[in-house]
């Protein structure tokens, strides 16, 4: 089950799934409206392939979603790839487009484990792929409020891993750098524009930034998009227990290196806990 399957990472994930033979479920907003071609297009790649209205900001949607899904058995692998992205003087912009933000990339992510959870503890197996970000483990100016959002999916993510592992269960977090997958289109404009102006010319340098971001990622020898979707089905076949907490795709701006040096440091809070003997999920 792939969320946000109308482009990206996720329509690309769709497609490499049915491929390799799985029953396939995807998920979009508007599906029957403005993405009514994209749901087409996917659905037609093969009977095994099925895409679902759902919106992962909203409880009703998620729940009526996944009752659709679970009616037809359990899931085995979810991908929680849906998200969206704002870039701007983090000051500038209002509690409610940081909340907006939070409840796509990170609430959304939880409902959609948490209806799942149930049935791949019954059945002693499943995995959960959690789409973060460089930006996850960094943060780098004007990505101030969706960093917050891939910081707290990497924080739940991590503490997910350990207590689920005894039931084989893995939780797997895929870190890409800078793809042209249309995230920045997903932005809105910062909504105290007053503050933004108070920043003088300072206020110009995010859209600058996109545009430099937006050229480079469609341009010859930019990275791939199909990389991420690699590691993903990667993962998928890795055996239980195998899988790394952590996986970086792409331009890295050194998280595999802050990873390789903190993952240690962060599984050894089992046994500073004295929880080694009761939890796993330690990364290999």
Do not use: C
Not at 33 to 61: H, Q, T
Not at 64 to 79: R, S
Not at 191 to 213: I, T
Not at 264 to 271: F, G, N, S, V, Y
């Amino acid at each position: 089950m792939i969320t946000g399957a109308s482009s990206g990472f996720g329509e690309g994930a769709v497609r490499a799934f049915a491929g390799q033979g799985y029953r396939v479920w995807g998920t979009m907003r508007d599906s029957n409206g403005r993405n009514a071609a994209k749901k087409a297009a996917l659905e037609a790649i093969s009977p095994a392939v099925r895409v679902i209205e759902m919106d992962v900001a909203s409880d009703a949607s998620v729940a009526d979603g996944f009752a659709t899904i679970l009616a037809e058995g359990p899931v085995d692998i979810l991908i929680n790839n849906a998200g969206i992205m704002y870039i701007g003087l983090t000051e500038a912009f209002s509690v409610a487009q940081a909340q907006e933000q939070m409840e796509t990339n990170y609430f959304g992510a939880i409902r959609a484990m948490q209806a799942v959870l149930p049935g791949m503890r019954a059945a002693g197996k499943g995995l959960i792929i959690n789409t973060s970000s460089l930006v996850g483990r960094i943060t780098g100016p004007f990505f101030g409020t969706y960093a917050a959002t891939k910081h707290a999916l990497e924080g739940y993510s991590q503490a997910l891993r350990y207590e689920v592992s005894p039931f084989n269960v893995d939780i797997a977090i895929v870190e890409p750098g800078p793809f042209g997958t249309g995230l920045l289109a997903s932005g809105k404009p910062v909504a105290h524009a007053d503050v933004a102006a108070s920043y003088g010319d300072l206020a110009g340098v995010p859209a600058a930034m996109g545009a430099h971001f937006a050229q480079l990622l469609t341009s010859e020898g930019a990275p791939d998009p199909q990389w991420v979707v690699d590691a993903y089905v990667k993962l998928a076949e890795m055996p239980q227990g195998t899988r790394p907490t952590r996986t970086v795709v792409g331009i890295t701006w050194g998280v595999d290196q802050i990873n390789a040096q903190t993952q240690p440091l962060q599984d050894a809070i089992l046994k500073e806990m004295q929880l080694g003997a009761v939890l796993g999920g330690v990364s290999p």
